[in-house]
């Protein structure tokens, strides 16, 4: 790696584009018009897919997977019709950071060359492409994470996760953009730039896991697997309108990622699914813990996958706001919705105040840059590159002194006690809250993710789950009757909030429940769509 680093970066984008075989690049008298919002109908209306990719590629995971099985499907068939959908997305919103599409088709190849010599499928993923978000290592590629330091840095080894689905027979194909460090709730960075929303371009896609998103939504990946250290897996999934779940530190394996913060365990980042259904998330996470992922990292907790059986009626607590920020109109529109929907339905909903929340966030915020921001700063003086204006803390933070690193703990340990007791107390099931104050946001306009963070450092199970509802310029417009802003960044939301911005955006709603309760979110958001259904 030589010159600055603009020419890194350039270069590294030029080297993105080039792997893209001239077969899968969208004819120029093909490609929308940058005034095109919503790229989401272009496989079907461009012409330029055959029918068989559409089939494919507009398939769920659990649809494919028993064809690729039986051998009705084959990998190849199924992995080129992903990888073009893929690299398509690329074009349209810029959600990949590598490719090994080579790679992927060998690979598929041999798993099918395995059925037709009769020994059955390797696994339970047999034969299925799968996208990963950038940080997760997967030898021979690089994994920037966001930084021109990182280019030319290829991976020696794969992740542990990467092993335990490779082993089921997924085949890896692509990674997806992340913003610098992972931690910026939009997905930009220096090196690879922004990716925008298929759904309107104009929109951000969310961050850290945003590329994944992007690329699921525009149907380019049957499922995905992002991170979580503050809600960038349940933002991504918020701003698209597909499911996800942030799951307690434990469940899946982290082991031989790499870190944009290496070394912070205060609060710890987890991987999850990222999917358009939540048969496939469900299916996913079962898999991925049937393996016995404990056995390969030591950070996993042997709880193998558990039936749960719900009772007939939930006690499920709703927040309203969190005593920080208000969620913008079309949020709490949704919120009101589901919670009505929930009592026709027969189940039992209370009001969850906000305390503490604001507490926790500021405890969060505080974990991220207890290093005085040097954990960035030194990567970024390898080649100059400079500390985007979103990640301003990290240039201004004091670094903390050992003892006071200590007392950040204990602080953090209290919180958890306290709202462990609230929860008890109150005897509630789970939490039905906002994902973000937005359904998504323009460009640069992301703010404030303590609907999500607050739940990292207590280390609770939670989903992000489309509501139905989409935004309606018509109604979801700010009440000339509404409250005092709450806060400083509640005033600034507010005044920033355009309702016609965000007309037609799906709108997602998160549901939390204790920790290291994974199968029972889901089966209480199984529950939850019944009722919305």
Known sequence: MTGTWEAVAAQKRQDLL????????????????????????FPESSGWFTQEELDITNSTALELLPRLAGGDLKSETVTRAFCKRAAAAHQLTNCLSETCFDRALETAKSLD????????????????????????????????????????????????????????????????NVPTAMMIAESVNNTTGRTVNPLNRKLTSGGSSGGEAALIAFKGSPWGVGTDIGGSLRI???CTGIFTLRPSAGRFPTLGCRSGLPGQEAVQSVNGPLTRSLADLEHYSKTVIDSEPWH?????????????????????????????VLPTPPVTRALRHTAD???????????????????????????????????????????????????????????????????????????????LDRWKQAGIDAILAPVTPFSSVEHGKFKHV??????????????????????????????????????????????????????????????????????KCIEMCKAVLKALD
């Open 18 to 41: 080039n792997s893209i075989p001239e077969e899968w690049r969208i004819p120029s008298h093909l490609l929308p018009p940058e005034s095109r919002d919503d790229v989401t109908g």
């Open 113 to 176: 060359e395995r059925l037709a010599q009769g020994l059955g499928p390797i696994g339970p993923l047999h034969g299925l492409p799968i996208s990963l978000k950038d940080n997760f290592n997967l030898r021979g590629l690089d994994s920037t994470v966001g930084f021109t330091s990182h280019v030319g840095d290829p991976a020696q080894y794969d992740a542990e996760l990467v092993n335990v689905l490779l082993k089921a027979g997924a085949v890896a194909y692509v990674k997806t």
């Open 236 to 238: 991504p999934a918020a």
């Open 296 to 324: 390969g990292d030591p950070r996993c907790l042997p709880i193998p996958w558990r039936t749960v059986a719900l009772p007939p009626r939930l006690k499920i607590a709703i927040l309203w706001h969190d005593g920080v």
């Open 341 to 419: 929907k929930l009592k026709a339905a027969g189940h039992e909903l209370i009001d969850w105040s906000p305390d503490g929340h604001g507490q926790g966030l500021q405890l969060l915020g505080r974990m991220f840059v207890a290093d005085g921001g040097e954990s960035v700063k030194r990567v970024l003086e390898k080649t100059g590159e400079p500390l985007r204006p979103e990640m301003a803390a990290y240039g201004e933070a004091p670094e903390l002194r050992g003892y006071e690193y200590w007392q950040l703990h204990l602080e953090r340990q209290e919180f958890q006690k306290q709202y």
């Open 450 to 519: 303590g609907y999500t963070g607050v739940y990292n450092v207590l280390d609770y199970a939670a989903m992000a789950f489309p509501s139905g509802l989409t935004v309606d310029r018509a109604i979801d417009v700010l009440p000339g009757d509404a409250p005092q802003p709450l806060s400083d960044v509640d005033r600034v939301i507010r005044s920033e909030y355009n309702a016609e911005a965000v007309h037609g955006m799906p709108i997602n709603l998160q549901l939390v429940s204790q920790r290291l309760e994974e199968e």
